[in-house]
Protein backbone atom coordinates (compact mmCIF):
# COMPACT_ATOMS: atom_id res chain seq x y z
CA UNK A 1 0.00 0.00 0.00
CA UNK A 2 2.82 2.29 1.05
CA UNK A 3 4.38 1.66 -2.80
CA UNK A 4 1.45 2.31 -4.14
CA UNK A 5 1.38 5.84 -2.52
CA UNK A 6 4.20 6.44 -3.75
CA UNK A 7 3.17 5.99 -6.95
CA UNK A 8 0.08 8.06 -7.21
CA UNK A 9 2.35 10.58 -5.36
CA UNK A 10 4.67 10.53 -7.94
CA UNK A 11 2.98 11.34 -10.76
CA UNK A 12 3.00 14.74 -12.23
CA UNK A 13 -0.71 16.24 -11.11
CA UNK A 14 0.09 19.16 -13.04
CA UNK A 15 0.72 18.41 -15.88
CA UNK A 16 -2.76 15.26 -15.60
CA UNK A 17 -4.97 18.72 -14.29
CA UNK A 18 -4.05 20.65 -17.46
CA UNK A 19 -4.98 17.36 -19.64
CA UNK A 20 -8.33 17.05 -17.67
CA UNK A 21 -8.95 21.07 -18.10
CA UNK A 22 -8.26 20.60 -21.91
CA UNK A 23 -10.37 17.28 -22.09
CA UNK A 24 -13.26 19.17 -20.67
CA UNK A 25 -12.91 22.51 -22.69
CA UNK A 26 -12.72 20.47 -25.57
CA UNK A 27 -15.47 18.31 -25.20
CA UNK A 28 -17.57 21.30 -24.14
CA UNK A 29 -16.29 23.42 -27.43
CA UNK A 30 -17.32 20.17 -29.47
CA UNK A 31 -20.88 20.93 -28.55
CA UNK A 32 -20.95 24.11 -29.09
CA UNK A 33 -19.22 23.69 -32.55
CA UNK A 34 -22.35 21.08 -33.20
CA UNK A 35 -25.19 22.88 -31.76
CA UNK A 36 -27.85 24.00 -33.82
CA UNK A 37 -31.32 24.85 -32.62
CA UNK A 38 -33.43 21.67 -32.23
CA UNK A 39 -29.91 19.73 -30.46
CA UNK A 40 -30.44 17.08 -28.34
CA UNK A 41 -28.38 17.70 -24.67
CA UNK A 42 -24.96 17.57 -24.31
CA UNK A 43 -25.29 13.84 -23.18
CA UNK A 44 -27.20 12.60 -26.07
CA UNK A 45 -25.55 9.94 -28.40
CA UNK A 46 -27.76 10.89 -31.28
CA UNK A 47 -24.94 14.15 -31.64
CA UNK A 48 -21.23 13.82 -31.56
CA UNK A 49 -20.55 15.45 -27.92
CA UNK A 50 -22.54 12.27 -26.72
CA UNK A 51 -19.95 9.96 -28.56
CA UNK A 52 -16.88 12.20 -28.02
CA UNK A 53 -17.77 11.65 -24.19
CA UNK A 54 -17.98 7.92 -24.66
CA UNK A 55 -14.70 8.07 -26.67
CA UNK A 56 -13.65 10.32 -23.24
CA UNK A 57 -14.38 7.79 -20.83
CA UNK A 58 -12.37 5.31 -22.87
CA UNK A 59 -9.49 7.54 -22.32
CA UNK A 60 -9.43 8.03 -18.81
CA UNK A 61 -10.06 4.06 -18.59
CA UNK A 62 -6.57 3.84 -20.63
CA UNK A 63 -4.93 5.90 -19.05
CA UNK A 64 -5.42 4.57 -16.20
CA UNK A 65 -4.24 1.29 -17.29
CA UNK A 66 -0.70 2.69 -18.66
CA UNK A 67 -0.58 4.34 -15.15
CA UNK A 68 -0.40 0.76 -12.95
CA UNK A 69 1.72 -0.62 -16.40
CA UNK A 70 5.17 -1.21 -14.72
CA UNK A 71 7.36 1.46 -16.49
CA UNK A 72 10.30 -1.04 -17.82
CA UNK A 73 8.25 -2.46 -20.04
CA UNK A 74 7.38 0.19 -22.56
CA UNK A 75 11.22 -0.06 -22.76
CA UNK A 76 11.43 -3.55 -23.01
CA UNK A 77 8.47 -3.88 -25.75
CA UNK A 78 9.36 -1.11 -27.49
CA UNK A 79 11.05 -2.48 -30.86
CA UNK A 80 8.09 -5.20 -30.96
CA UNK A 81 4.95 -2.67 -30.90
CA UNK A 82 7.01 -0.33 -33.51
CA UNK A 83 7.34 -3.40 -35.77
CA UNK A 84 3.59 -4.66 -35.11
CA UNK A 85 2.59 -0.59 -35.85
CA UNK A 86 4.57 -1.01 -38.95
CA UNK A 87 2.84 -4.52 -40.30
CA UNK A 88 -0.10 -2.58 -39.73
CA UNK A 89 0.60 0.54 -41.47
CA UNK A 90 1.21 -1.65 -44.75
CA UNK A 91 -2.13 -3.68 -43.87
CA UNK A 92 -4.20 -0.69 -44.04
CA UNK A 93 -4.25 0.30 -47.11
CA UNK A 94 -5.60 -3.05 -48.67
CA UNK A 95 -8.06 -3.47 -45.91
CA UNK A 96 -9.22 0.39 -45.58
CA UNK A 97 -12.11 1.98 -47.59
CA UNK A 98 -11.48 5.51 -49.12
CA UNK A 99 -12.06 8.38 -46.91
CA UNK A 100 -11.76 11.82 -48.32
CA UNK A 101 -9.26 10.81 -50.56
CA UNK A 102 -6.99 8.75 -48.33
CA UNK A 103 -6.61 4.85 -47.20
CA UNK A 104 -5.47 5.25 -43.74
CA UNK A 105 -8.85 4.39 -42.07
CA UNK A 106 -9.90 0.87 -40.90
CA UNK A 107 -13.51 0.05 -40.26
CA UNK A 108 -14.54 -1.97 -37.41
CA UNK A 109 -17.54 -1.74 -38.13
CA UNK A 110 -20.23 -0.47 -36.23
CA UNK A 111 -19.03 3.00 -37.61
CA UNK A 112 -16.38 2.70 -35.38
CA UNK A 113 -13.34 3.69 -37.37
CA UNK A 114 -9.65 3.74 -36.01
CA UNK A 115 -6.68 5.28 -37.70
CA UNK A 116 -3.43 3.34 -37.10
CA UNK A 117 -1.50 6.40 -38.17
CA UNK A 118 -2.19 7.82 -34.55
CA UNK A 119 -0.71 4.39 -32.96
CA UNK A 120 2.50 4.65 -35.41
CA UNK A 121 3.30 8.46 -33.49
CA UNK A 122 3.83 6.20 -30.31
CA UNK A 123 5.56 3.42 -31.55
CA UNK A 124 7.76 5.28 -33.44
CA UNK A 125 8.70 7.63 -30.44
CA UNK A 126 8.88 4.52 -27.87
CA UNK A 127 11.66 3.22 -30.81
CA UNK A 128 13.82 6.15 -31.34
CA UNK A 129 13.77 6.41 -27.15
CA UNK A 130 14.86 2.69 -27.49
CA UNK A 131 17.55 3.26 -29.97
CA UNK A 132 18.99 6.46 -28.47
CA UNK A 133 19.47 5.64 -25.16
CA UNK A 134 21.11 2.43 -25.98
CA UNK A 135 24.55 2.20 -24.39
CA UNK A 136 26.82 3.90 -25.93
CA UNK A 137 25.46 5.83 -28.56
CA UNK A 138 25.41 9.69 -29.13
CA UNK A 139 24.93 12.22 -31.68
CA UNK A 140 28.68 12.83 -32.92
CA UNK A 141 28.13 13.42 -36.63
CA UNK A 142 25.31 12.96 -38.95
CA UNK A 143 26.16 9.23 -39.01
CA UNK A 144 24.95 8.88 -36.03
CA UNK A 145 21.51 10.37 -37.32
CA UNK A 146 21.08 7.65 -40.11
CA UNK A 147 19.53 4.68 -38.24
CA UNK A 148 17.18 6.95 -36.08
CA UNK A 149 16.34 8.78 -39.39
CA UNK A 150 15.36 5.56 -40.65
CA UNK A 151 12.96 4.93 -38.07
CA UNK A 152 11.35 7.70 -37.86
CA UNK A 153 10.86 7.90 -42.44
CA UNK A 154 10.11 4.46 -42.32
CA UNK A 155 6.22 5.16 -41.08
CA UNK A 156 6.34 8.36 -42.54
CA UNK A 157 6.92 7.59 -46.31
CA UNK A 158 4.20 4.55 -45.83
CA UNK A 159 1.63 6.60 -44.14
CA UNK A 160 2.16 9.79 -47.04
CA UNK A 161 2.46 6.84 -49.83
CA UNK A 162 0.16 3.70 -49.85
CA UNK A 163 -2.12 5.76 -47.54
CA UNK A 164 -2.25 8.95 -49.01
CA UNK A 165 -2.31 10.98 -45.71
CA UNK A 166 -0.08 13.89 -46.20
CA UNK A 167 -1.14 15.68 -42.57
CA UNK A 168 -0.33 12.57 -40.53
CA UNK A 169 2.75 12.00 -42.01
CA UNK A 170 3.82 15.38 -41.63
CA UNK A 171 3.77 14.84 -38.00
CA UNK A 172 6.68 12.66 -37.60
CA UNK A 173 8.87 15.97 -38.59
CA UNK A 174 7.98 17.08 -34.70
CA UNK A 175 10.62 14.15 -33.98
CA UNK A 176 13.43 17.01 -35.12
CA UNK A 177 13.17 18.69 -31.73
CA UNK A 178 14.03 15.61 -29.76
CA UNK A 179 16.68 15.06 -31.95
CA UNK A 180 18.35 19.04 -31.31
CA UNK A 181 18.18 18.30 -27.89
CA UNK A 182 19.96 15.01 -27.85
CA UNK A 183 22.68 16.90 -29.82
CA UNK A 184 21.86 17.36 -33.47
CA UNK A 185 23.74 19.99 -35.32
CA UNK A 186 21.33 23.18 -35.40
CA UNK A 187 22.34 23.91 -38.47
CA UNK A 188 20.40 20.97 -39.74
CA UNK A 189 17.01 22.97 -38.85
CA UNK A 190 18.90 25.74 -40.23
CA UNK A 191 18.70 23.91 -43.81
CA UNK A 192 14.90 23.00 -43.38
CA UNK A 193 14.09 26.14 -42.64
CA UNK A 194 16.08 27.68 -45.36
CA UNK A 195 14.75 24.69 -47.80
CA UNK A 196 11.40 26.15 -46.82
CA UNK A 197 12.28 30.12 -47.54
CA UNK A 198 13.41 28.68 -50.99
CA UNK A 199 10.52 26.63 -52.12
CA UNK A 200 8.04 29.32 -51.10
CA UNK A 201 10.20 31.77 -52.98
CA UNK A 202 10.39 29.84 -56.31
CA UNK A 203 6.37 29.03 -55.70
CA UNK A 204 5.26 32.48 -55.02
CA UNK A 205 7.91 34.62 -58.11
CA UNK A 206 9.67 31.97 -59.96
CA UNK A 207 7.53 33.31 -62.50
CA UNK A 208 8.14 36.78 -61.90
CA UNK A 209 9.93 38.48 -64.81
CA UNK A 210 12.69 41.05 -63.52
CA UNK A 211 11.87 43.56 -66.73
CA UNK A 212 15.17 44.75 -68.73
CA UNK A 213 17.06 42.11 -66.85
CA UNK A 214 15.44 38.97 -67.50
CA UNK A 215 15.73 36.32 -64.90
CA UNK A 216 12.59 35.23 -62.24
CA UNK A 217 12.37 37.13 -58.92
CA UNK A 218 11.94 33.76 -57.03
CA UNK A 219 15.16 32.35 -58.58
CA UNK A 220 17.30 35.77 -57.79
CA UNK A 221 15.68 35.83 -53.91
CA UNK A 222 16.73 31.89 -53.79
CA UNK A 223 20.41 32.88 -55.14
CA UNK A 224 20.62 35.91 -52.38
CA UNK A 225 19.81 33.13 -48.92
CA UNK A 226 22.68 30.96 -50.82
CA UNK A 227 25.23 34.02 -50.85
CA UNK A 228 24.33 35.26 -47.15
CA UNK A 229 24.76 31.62 -46.12
CA UNK A 230 28.37 31.80 -47.50
CA UNK A 231 28.88 34.88 -46.07
CA UNK A 232 27.59 34.49 -42.68
CA UNK A 233 29.33 30.80 -42.50
CA UNK A 234 32.91 32.42 -43.86
CA UNK A 235 32.96 34.57 -40.44
CA UNK A 236 31.92 31.75 -38.32
CA UNK A 237 34.25 29.35 -39.71
CA UNK A 238 37.30 31.32 -39.49
CA UNK A 239 36.75 34.00 -36.85
CA UNK A 240 37.56 36.78 -39.00
CA UNK A 241 35.23 39.56 -40.96
CA UNK A 242 38.11 40.26 -43.56
CA UNK A 243 36.79 36.33 -45.59
CA UNK A 244 33.31 37.30 -44.99
CA UNK A 245 33.65 41.26 -46.60
CA UNK A 246 35.95 39.22 -49.70
CA UNK A 247 32.73 37.17 -50.33
CA UNK A 248 30.17 40.46 -49.72
CA UNK A 249 32.26 42.22 -52.16
CA UNK A 250 32.44 39.33 -55.12
CA UNK A 251 28.46 38.90 -54.67
CA UNK A 252 27.96 42.21 -54.78
CA UNK A 253 30.42 43.32 -57.61
CA UNK A 254 28.89 39.98 -59.54
CA UNK A 255 25.37 41.49 -59.21
CA UNK A 256 26.21 44.60 -60.12
CA UNK A 257 28.18 44.02 -63.55
CA UNK A 258 25.03 41.38 -64.10
CA UNK A 259 22.77 44.27 -64.09
CA UNK A 260 24.99 46.19 -66.47
CA UNK A 261 24.83 43.10 -68.85
CA UNK A 262 21.56 42.22 -68.13
CA UNK A 263 20.49 45.72 -69.75
CA UNK A 264 23.54 45.87 -72.64
CA UNK A 265 24.29 42.70 -73.64
CA UNK A 266 21.07 40.67 -72.98
CA UNK A 267 22.48 38.45 -70.46
CA UNK A 268 20.13 36.74 -68.59
CA UNK A 269 20.58 37.82 -64.16
CA UNK A 270 19.81 34.29 -63.46
CA UNK A 271 23.02 33.52 -65.16
CA UNK A 272 24.36 36.26 -63.09
CA UNK A 273 23.36 34.87 -60.18
CA UNK A 274 24.84 31.67 -60.64
CA UNK A 275 28.37 32.90 -61.81
CA UNK A 276 28.28 34.70 -58.60
CA UNK A 277 27.71 31.59 -55.82
CA UNK A 278 30.50 29.58 -58.68
CA UNK A 279 33.07 32.40 -58.03
CA UNK A 280 32.31 32.23 -53.81
CA UNK A 281 32.59 28.50 -54.26
CA UNK A 282 35.90 28.83 -55.84
CA UNK A 283 37.01 31.26 -53.00
CA UNK A 284 35.99 29.43 -50.81
CA UNK A 285 37.56 26.23 -52.16
CA UNK A 286 40.85 28.41 -51.37
CA UNK A 287 39.70 29.06 -47.96
CA UNK A 288 39.57 25.04 -47.39
CA UNK A 289 43.10 24.74 -48.51
CA UNK A 290 44.92 27.88 -46.99
CA UNK A 291 43.01 27.51 -43.45
CA UNK A 292 42.83 23.35 -43.45
CA UNK A 293 39.26 23.56 -42.58
CA UNK A 294 37.20 20.55 -44.52
CA UNK A 295 33.62 22.59 -43.26
CA UNK A 296 34.44 24.44 -46.26
CA UNK A 297 33.87 22.10 -48.76
CA UNK A 298 30.75 21.00 -47.23
CA UNK A 299 29.69 24.82 -47.70
CA UNK A 300 30.76 24.54 -51.11
CA UNK A 301 28.35 20.99 -51.88
CA UNK A 302 25.28 22.72 -50.04
CA UNK A 303 25.86 25.86 -52.14
CA UNK A 304 25.77 23.83 -55.31
CA UNK A 305 23.07 21.60 -54.31
CA UNK A 306 21.16 24.69 -53.27
CA UNK A 307 20.99 25.65 -56.77
CA UNK A 308 19.87 22.60 -58.10
CA UNK A 309 17.59 22.28 -55.40
CA UNK A 310 15.88 25.88 -56.48
CA UNK A 311 16.26 24.57 -59.82
CA UNK A 312 13.88 20.75 -58.80
CA UNK A 313 11.29 23.36 -56.84
CA UNK A 314 9.39 24.00 -59.82
CA UNK A 315 9.05 20.27 -60.75
CA UNK A 316 8.42 19.34 -57.03
CA UNK A 317 5.81 21.87 -56.96
CA UNK A 318 3.87 20.64 -60.37
CA UNK A 319 4.24 16.95 -60.48
CA UNK A 320 5.24 15.46 -57.07
CA UNK A 321 2.32 17.70 -55.16
CA UNK A 322 -1.42 16.72 -56.08
CA UNK A 323 -3.58 19.25 -57.38
CA UNK A 324 -5.88 19.83 -54.25
CA UNK A 325 -2.21 20.45 -52.55
CA UNK A 326 -1.17 23.18 -55.07
CA UNK A 327 -4.30 24.70 -54.89
CA UNK A 328 -4.08 25.10 -50.86
CA UNK A 329 -0.71 26.29 -51.10
CA UNK A 330 -1.73 28.95 -53.76
CA UNK A 331 -4.49 29.72 -51.60
CA UNK A 332 -2.13 30.41 -49.05
CA UNK A 333 0.26 32.57 -50.39
CA UNK A 334 -2.23 34.67 -52.16
CA UNK A 335 -1.52 33.28 -55.46
CA UNK A 336 -5.20 32.03 -56.11
CA UNK A 337 -8.28 33.46 -54.97
CA UNK A 338 -10.45 30.74 -54.54
CA UNK A 339 -13.13 31.46 -52.14
CA UNK A 340 -16.09 29.53 -52.66
CA UNK A 341 -14.00 26.44 -53.69
CA UNK A 342 -10.43 25.20 -52.17
CA UNK A 343 -10.40 29.14 -50.45
CA UNK A 344 -13.97 27.99 -48.76
CA UNK A 345 -13.08 26.46 -45.51
CA UNK A 346 -10.21 28.87 -44.67
CA UNK A 347 -12.41 31.84 -45.35
CA UNK A 348 -15.54 30.61 -43.68
CA UNK A 349 -12.99 30.42 -40.78
CA UNK A 350 -11.65 33.56 -40.75
CA UNK A 351 -15.04 35.06 -40.74
CA UNK A 352 -16.05 33.11 -37.90
CA UNK A 353 -12.91 34.14 -36.12
CA UNK A 354 -13.07 37.52 -36.73
CA UNK A 355 -16.82 37.85 -36.10
CA UNK A 356 -15.87 36.65 -32.50
CA UNK A 357 -14.47 40.32 -31.89
CA UNK A 358 -12.52 41.03 -28.57
CA UNK A 359 -15.01 38.95 -25.71
CA UNK A 360 -16.97 36.45 -28.64
CA UNK A 361 -20.74 36.29 -29.04
CA UNK A 362 -21.37 33.68 -26.36
CA UNK A 363 -21.35 29.86 -25.47
CA UNK A 364 -23.36 28.73 -28.05
CA UNK A 365 -24.48 31.77 -29.64
CA UNK A 366 -22.14 31.46 -33.11
CA UNK A 367 -23.60 32.36 -35.99
CA UNK A 368 -21.41 31.54 -38.57
CA UNK A 369 -20.90 28.02 -36.71
CA UNK A 370 -24.50 27.18 -35.49
CA UNK A 371 -25.71 27.87 -39.97
CA UNK A 372 -22.79 25.65 -40.72
CA UNK A 373 -20.94 27.51 -42.81
CA UNK A 374 -17.69 26.37 -41.78
CA UNK A 375 -16.83 23.00 -43.16
CA UNK A 376 -15.03 20.48 -40.73
CA UNK A 377 -15.77 22.76 -37.34
CA UNK A 378 -15.76 19.79 -34.75
CA UNK A 379 -12.70 18.53 -36.40
CA UNK A 380 -9.78 19.98 -37.72
CA UNK A 381 -11.42 23.77 -38.05
CA UNK A 382 -13.02 22.98 -34.29
CA UNK A 383 -10.77 26.68 -33.12
CA UNK A 384 -13.20 28.57 -34.94
CA UNK A 385 -15.75 27.89 -32.54
CA UNK A 386 -13.44 29.42 -30.17
CA UNK A 387 -13.23 32.52 -31.80
CA UNK A 388 -16.14 33.03 -32.88
CA UNK A 389 -18.05 32.26 -29.26
CA UNK A 390 -15.35 33.46 -27.03
CA UNK A 391 -13.20 35.86 -29.09
CA UNK A 392 -10.03 36.93 -28.68
CA UNK A 393 -9.58 36.57 -25.12
CA UNK A 394 -11.00 33.09 -25.03
CA UNK A 395 -8.73 31.93 -27.89
CA UNK A 396 -5.65 33.39 -25.52
CA UNK A 397 -6.38 31.43 -22.50
CA UNK A 398 -7.02 28.44 -24.66
CA UNK A 399 -3.70 28.97 -26.25
CA UNK A 400 -2.07 29.90 -23.10
CA UNK A 401 -3.21 26.66 -21.61
CA UNK A 402 -1.47 24.48 -24.49
CA UNK A 403 1.34 26.22 -23.57
CA UNK A 404 1.44 26.32 -20.23
CA UNK A 405 1.05 22.09 -21.16
CA UNK A 406 3.80 21.66 -23.70
CA UNK A 407 6.52 23.79 -21.54
CA UNK A 408 5.04 21.13 -18.20
CA UNK A 409 5.82 18.25 -20.54
CA UNK A 410 9.25 19.75 -21.64
CA UNK A 411 10.22 20.52 -17.97
CA UNK A 412 9.52 17.27 -17.18
CA UNK A 413 12.08 15.60 -19.96
CA UNK A 414 14.09 17.73 -18.57
CA UNK A 415 14.31 16.09 -14.81
CA UNK A 416 14.71 12.66 -16.91
CA UNK A 417 17.72 10.33 -15.49
CA UNK A 418 17.08 8.04 -17.68
CA UNK A 419 17.54 8.70 -21.48
CA UNK A 420 14.63 6.73 -22.45
CA UNK A 421 12.61 8.64 -20.75
CA UNK A 422 14.22 11.94 -21.76
CA UNK A 423 14.14 11.36 -25.36
CA UNK A 424 10.43 10.06 -25.22
CA UNK A 425 9.17 12.79 -23.57
CA UNK A 426 10.86 15.37 -25.99
CA UNK A 427 8.97 13.14 -28.77
CA UNK A 428 5.63 13.87 -26.89
CA UNK A 429 6.15 17.76 -26.66
CA UNK A 430 7.37 17.80 -30.20
CA UNK A 431 3.91 15.73 -31.85
CA UNK A 432 1.89 18.34 -29.13
CA UNK A 433 3.91 21.49 -30.03
CA UNK A 434 3.36 20.44 -34.07
CA UNK A 435 0.04 19.74 -33.66
CA UNK A 436 -0.99 23.09 -32.16
CA UNK A 437 1.02 25.05 -34.74
CA UNK A 438 -0.48 23.29 -37.63
CA UNK A 439 -3.71 23.43 -36.20
CA UNK A 440 -3.80 26.91 -35.68
CA UNK A 441 -1.88 27.95 -38.51
CA UNK A 442 -4.59 26.09 -41.36
CA UNK A 443 -7.46 27.41 -39.57
CA UNK A 444 -6.30 31.00 -39.35
CA UNK A 445 -5.23 30.85 -43.41
CA UNK A 446 -1.53 30.94 -42.46
CA UNK A 447 -0.80 27.91 -43.38
CA UNK A 448 -1.81 25.50 -45.86
CA UNK A 449 -4.88 23.27 -45.03
CA UNK A 450 -3.04 19.68 -44.28
CA UNK A 451 -5.97 18.13 -41.72
CA UNK A 452 -4.27 18.39 -38.50
CA UNK A 453 -6.73 18.11 -35.07
CA UNK A 454 -6.14 19.90 -32.60
CA UNK A 455 -5.15 17.83 -29.65
CA UNK A 456 -8.28 17.35 -27.14
CA UNK A 457 -10.61 19.13 -28.72
CA UNK A 458 -11.02 17.97 -32.40
CA UNK A 459 -13.83 15.24 -32.71
CA UNK A 460 -12.74 11.60 -33.12
CA UNK A 461 -11.38 8.60 -30.76
CA UNK A 462 -8.54 7.45 -32.74
CA UNK A 463 -6.80 11.10 -31.98
CA UNK A 464 -8.00 11.36 -28.57
CA UNK A 465 -7.06 7.74 -27.37
CA UNK A 466 -3.45 8.61 -29.25
CA UNK A 467 -2.77 11.65 -27.38
CA UNK A 468 -3.66 10.32 -23.70
CA UNK A 469 -1.61 7.12 -24.83
CA UNK A 470 1.50 9.63 -25.78
CA UNK A 471 0.99 11.36 -22.68
CA UNK A 472 0.19 8.69 -20.27
CA UNK A 473 3.03 6.44 -20.86
CA UNK A 474 5.14 9.61 -20.57
CA UNK A 475 3.74 10.46 -17.45
CA UNK A 476 3.86 6.45 -16.24
CA UNK A 477 8.09 6.85 -17.12
CA UNK A 478 7.84 9.84 -15.42
CA UNK A 479 6.42 8.52 -11.84
CA UNK A 480 9.21 5.64 -12.23
CA UNK A 481 11.31 7.89 -10.78
CA UNK A 482 10.17 7.03 -7.22
CA UNK A 483 10.81 3.73 -8.16
CA UNK A 484 14.37 3.76 -8.54
CA UNK A 485 14.91 5.87 -5.03
Known amino acids: ?44 LDNRAGKQFLWILGAFGIALVLSVVEAKYYNIFSYAIYIITIGILLITPIIAKETKGSLSWIDLGG ?55 TGSALVFVSFLLMFYREGMNGNI ?57 ILLSIHGLMTLIGLVLAQNAGLNLNIACIISIVIGCIYMAYLALSTYRRTFWVLIAVSLLSIGYVFSCDYLFHHMLRPHQRDRIMVTLNLKEDPSGVGYNVNQSQIAIGSGGFFGKGYLNGTQTKLKYVPEQDTDFIFCTIGEEFGFFGSLIVLLLYAWFILRLIAIAERQRDAYNRIYGYCVAGVFFFHLTINIG ?15 FSYGGSSLWGFTILLFIFLRLDASRAESY
Open 442 to 456: MVTGLLPVIGIPLPF
Open 1 to 44: MAGERSLIKAFDWQAIGLYLVLVVLGWVNLYGAIYDFDQSTIMS
Open 111 to 165: GVKIQPAELAKISTAMALAKFMSSYGYKVRSLRDLLIPALIMLAPMLIIMGPQKE
Open 189 to 245: LLAGVVAILMFVSVVAWGTEPLGVYGGSLGFVICTGIVALIQVIFARKLTGRFRESL
